[in-house]
């Protein structure tokens, strides 16, 4: 059999699995049927739930106002390192945003006040460093997105979100580079470290502001905490997967030249793995972005503020400024980072050079932070971009919003109801009542079949964590809010990926539109929604599948475009069309690689239940946001645990799937 018939042919069902699959569902129909003889089957009894989150706040409460460590209560201790947590962050917005105030110390309280930099000293170093990086193109690309915020009158508060994203960055770097090495020098260590990083990853983003409120209390170095924490696991993961991935000859090579297990590490890895680290680098950087809007409700400030009080106020034209004003920071920042990620390492000049010839970009950007924010102490127009000079898109976005309303709200309307009354609330009321125990027992049974005992005690013991703790009627609100946006998002993405994978053309603006979508700001997608159809599950889902869509796009192109030319050119010399080729080859080889893209749409629909509780859902992200708001610490991280738990079930059951799906089609 050749590889394109062995690719094509169906596999023989596994007839043992269909018989137990049959009696399952047969076992889950009499339990629905049988609902009032077994109740507790029905719905999870209330006596039964576990108390968790009463004893996780009981605890908080203990460790923030009893517990001590020597000398120090551990408030005292937490309080302290935000405080110097405080003294680099003050400076990096010192610098950027606010300046600086420095007593005289003459006995009176006259100050002198030192200037931040100029922003056309910062618009001018950014440009800089993209010349510097790549050339006058990414030049132009990073300048212009810095000069956009100066002209729209987003400068200020974006100085404050680059200030704290200076500071959050390193830190986070530096953190998950160090627990990353940890991992790779440690089997135990990387055990230890995986389903910490798989928790943190798939706890709703909102689930780590009430700890660190309780524990850093309400300011930007609470806000700048939480980003880290957030933004650290990808840092992570990338460092133990680099370090792995260094060539073997490259270690020996360290070993024989008498290098310690140290010097192995941070002298010869390190430096071998460093374009990969940097895609570690990247992600936290766009993840410390990601965190700016929800980091502004315990008082990072900046954008984020600005976004969050426009949508309050249903404030489309604003909100959607500072949002843009996000997104080109992020461009601009994910461009000089990837820039600069697939840089050659630097060459060490033997000729006896100077300094200002070994590093002449780093010496004209301080001559030019230093001669323009002098000049600007002259010419005010320097220093501050001037505000008659400043330009708006608000009234437009604000103008737009209302004619299409006024034009179109009944045609609109008509699609919101036949959909809300003909798809989302029947399959709702179906999910929320399906017998708790026969869809633990089901999950349990995919994950026999998909993983073995191992997966099956996994996916199982997930699912009853969420009804022992008291949340599966809201457990399934969300299953029903995120399956019926993933499968929108899915039938959306999947027909552009493929048109983007048949054509180059169509890929590269594909790409650019996807790119520009992923640095959009999750709450961006609820301001318009919510002016054009009001809150509600509705309105949840639009925003849910406007920002889950991309990786259905983006793995379905990446899946047709790794089929092998051989197995599509044997299509071909077996007289299959291109249509023919595309349905029985391409899409069937490419059918695992979708499926991840599936389950990457299903973790980002996750990651927008917290946001969409803003617009009146009821489900497992209304939970976090009400904890939030009361500072329930149990309460949030439970809820939260509960939604890594959905996650984390979606995730290794499409993953095992898609890992057996390759291995029968001969691609593993």
């Known amino acids: 059999m050749t590889a394109l018939e062995g690719a094509v042919v169906a596999l023989p069902r596994n007839r043992p699995w269909a018989w137990v699959w049959a009696v399952a569902v047969a076992a889950m129909v009499a339990l629905w049927l049988a609902g009032d003889a077994v109740p507790w089957a029905l719905h999870y009894p209330r006596p039964w739930v576990v108390p968790l989150r009463f004893w996780i706040s009981d605890f908080m409460k203990w460790l923030v106002n009893e517990a001590s460590l020597g000398l120090f209560t551990f408030k005292e201790f937490t309080r302290s390192i935000a405080w110097l947590l405080s003294w680099p962050l003050d400076t990096a917005s010192g610098l ?11 006995g009176t309280r006259d100050v002198l006040r030192l200037p931040r930099f100029s922003w056309l000293a910062v618009v001018a170093v950014v440009a800089l460093m993209g010349h510097a990086a790549r050339g006058w193109r990414l030049a132009f690309l990073t300048g212009g997105c810095f000069l956009y915020l100066a ?4 400068w200020g508060s974006a100085m404050v979100t680059l200030a704290s994203i200076a500071i959050a960055v390193p830190f986070g770097v530096v953190g998950g580079l160090l627990l990353g090495v940890l991992g790779a020098r440690s089997r135990r ?22 700890p660190v409120l309780f524990l850093f209390g309400f300011g930007p170095v609470a806000a700048m905490t939480a980003t880290i924490v957030y933004a650290m696991p990808p840092m992570v993961r990338c460092t133990m997967l680099a370090l792995k991935g260094v060539p073997t000859e490259v270690v020996e090579f360290g070993r024989m030249a008498g290098c310690s297990r140290r010097q192995l590490t941070w002298k010869v890895m390190i430096p071998a793995a460093r374009s990969t680290l940097m895609v570690g680098v990247n992600q936290v950087i766009m993840l410390s972005l990601n965190m700016v809007i929800i980091a502004s409700m315990i008082g990072a400030g900046g954008l984020g503020f600005d976004v969050l009080t426009s949508l ?39 000729d006896g050079a100077g300094f200002v010839v070994r590093h002449p970009h780093l010496v004209i950007g301080g001559g030019l932070i230093l001669g323009l924010t002098l000049l600007g102490a002259v010419v005010p127009a320097v220093q501050t971009y001037p505000a008659g000079l400043e330009l708006t898109t608000s009234g437009f976005w604000d103008d737009l919003v209302t004619y299409i309303i006024r034009h179109y709200f009944d045609f609109l309307d008509a699609i919101k109801s036949w959909l809300l009354l003909n798809m989302l609330i029947p399959f709702k009321r179906f999910l929320v009542g399906l017998p708790w125990l026969g869809v633990v027992g089901l999950v349990a049974l995919a994950g026999l079949q998909l993983g073995g005992r191992r997966l099956a005690l996994v996916t199982g013991g997930l699912a009853l964590f969420i009804a022992v703790t008291g949340n599966w009627e809201k457990a399934m609100i969300s299953t029903y809010l995120v399956g019926i946006s993933a499968l929108f998002a899915t039938v959306i993405g999947m027909p552009v990926g493929v048109a983007a994978a048949r054509n180059e053309r169509l890929h590269r603006i ?17 301001i318009p929604v919510v002016m054009l159809f009001r809150v509600g599950d509705f309105s949840a889902m639009i925003a ?10 983006r793995y379905t192109d990446h899946g047709i ?33 979708i499926m991840l893209g599936v389950n990457q749409t299903i973790m980002m629909a996750l990651s927008m239940l917290v946001i969409t509780a803003l617009v009146g859902t009821r489900d497992l992200g209304q939970e976090v946001y009400i904890a939030l708001t009361k500072a329930d610490t149990g309460r949030g991280l439970v809820a939260g645990a509960c939604v890594a738990s959905l996650a984390m079930i979606s995730d290794r059951l499409i993953s095992a799937w898609s890992k057996r799906k390759k291995r029968e089609l001969g691609l593993a």
């Open 96 to 106: 950027l945003a606010n300046g600086f105030a420095v007593p005289l110390g003459d």
């Open 151 to 154: 002209v729209f009158g987003q």
């Open 189 to 210: 260590s990387e055990a230890v470290l995986t389903p910490f990083l798989d928790l943190m990853q798939t706890v709703p983003i909102f689930a780590y502001l009430v």
């Open 312 to 350: 309050k106020r249903l404030d489309i034209g604003k909100g959607l400024e500072a949002g843009i004003a996000i997104t080109l920071l992020a461009v601009a920042l994910d461009r000089l980072s990837q820039a600069y990620a697939g840089r050659p390492p630097p060459v060490h000049r033997s």
């Open 510 to 526: 594909v790409q650019g539109v996807i790119d520009t979508l992923q640095t959009l700001p999750s709450f961006v997608y609820l």
């Open 544 to 553: 849910v599948v406007a920002y889950s869509v991309v990786p259905a796009i």
């Open 561 to 593: 475009r790794q089929v092998p030319p051989s197995i599509i050119e044997a299509a071909a010399a077996a007289g299959c069309s291109r249509r023919q080729t595309l349905w029985k080859v391409q899409l069937p080889l490419a059918l695992p690689e």
